[in-house]
T-cell receptor, first 113, second 114 residues
Framework: QQQVKQSPQSLIVQKGGISIINCAYENTAFDYFPWYQQFPGKGPALLIAIRPDVSEKKEGRFTISFNKSAKQFSLHIMDSQPGDSATYFCAASGEAAGNKLTFGGGTRVLVKP | DGGITQSPKYLFRKEGQNVTLSCEQNLNHDAMYWYRQDPGQGLRLIYY???????QKGDIAEGYSVSREKKESFPLTVTSAQKNPTAFYLC?????????????FGQGTRLTVV
């Protein structure tokens, strides 16, 4: 049972464009929603995270939007750059859900110059 | 520098062999995790430990074993019972249990069955 569903699987965007990745979760016990960025052959690194008490969080060109009622959250990458080309994973965790991160399937983003 | 060190970076296993992947952290984190990543797929949790001398099975624990004798170390053994072990293995750690905070990942070990 996949508790965190991520879409799309891959995404191609032109330099300067907006990349949008969506995630949906099932477990209402989740209360921490991070996004990780992974480059080939490397481990993932935390990009930005949100908790359900806010609907949006912005850090530089990266924004998380959170819709608690719909159990959905998304990552927006504004002014996408070739260096943003990577695989992005959404994740979710919660103390009541065992305190372990559950990951989405990942989105491979390619930013064309 | 604080961080998580996984070794080796590449590992080759013959059929029927057990192999052990090393994971060491100097971040003073209580919780440690092992994930498996297959090409084009997300990360799947194998085992996790929130305190020394205690660990729990994740979603795909069959064919794997772990130990947590020291806070800094969480080795993963891939046993011969794991039928399809070829994958990229990632170790992670995070701060005190009960708090949902950033997980720090190592650089991974790529295991190949030959």
């Amino acid at each position: 049972q996949q508790q965190v569903k991520q879409s799309p699987q891959s995404l191609i965007v032109q330099k300067g464009g907006i990349s949008i990745i969506n995630c949906a979760y099932e477990n209402t016990a989740f209360d921490y929603f991070p996004w990780y960025q992974q480059f080939p052959g490397k481990g993932p690194a935390l990009l930005i995270a949100i908790r359900p008490d806010v609907s949006e969080k912005k850090e530089g060109r990266f924004t998380i939007s959170f819709n608690k009622s719909a159990k959905q959250f998304s990552l927006h990458i504004m002014d996408s750059q070739p260096g943003d080309s990577a695989t992005y994973f959404c994740a979710a965790s919660g103390e009541a859900a065992g305190n372990k991160l559950t990951f989405g399937g990942g989105t491979r983003v390619l930013v064309k110059p | 520098d604080g961080g998580i060190t996984q070794s080796p970076k590449y590992l080759f296993r013959k059929e029927g062999q057990n192999v052990t992947l090393s994971c060491e952290q100097n971040l003073n984190h209580d919780a440690m995790y092992w994930y498996r990543q297959d090409p084009g797929q997300g990360l799947r949790l194998i085992y996790y430990s929130q305190i020394v001398n205690d660990f729990q099975k994740g979603d795909i624990a069959e064919g794997y074993s772990v130990s947590r004798e020291k806070k800094e170390s969480f080795p993963l053994t891939v046993t011969s019972a794991q039928k399809n072990p070829t994958a990229f293995y990632l170790c992670a750690s995070s701060t005190e249990r009960g708090l949902n905070t950033e997980a720090f990942f190592g650089q991974g070990t790529r295991l190949t069955v030959v």
